[in-house]
């Protein structure tokens, strides 16, 4: 999605990919969304845990992602 927004608004090249990468990433204040909306009900235990896993996943797998921009999209 955030790499058919970058086509939308004329990003080229490396920088349509450094704009994918940048906003891809849930970040840690996404556990805190999930902790509040689990507090007041708003979503069920089970669906927070998978959410959870995302957000985790998306933290992890950021800086490898960046590595790899580096390494292949700056160099060609």
Known sequence: MLYALARLFRLEGADR?????????????????LGF??????IPPELAA???L???????????????YDRHVLST
Request: aromatic letters at 12%; zero cysteines.
């Open 17 to 33: 990919w450094l704009f994918t990468l940048g906003l891809a990433q849930a970040g840690k204040f996404g556990f805190v969304l």
């Open 37 to 42: 909306s689990l507090q007041n009900h708003v």
């Open 50 to 52: 998978t959410l959870s």
């Open 54 to 68: 995302v957000v985790a996943l998306s933290m992890l797998l950021t800086p490898g992602l960046f590595i790899l």
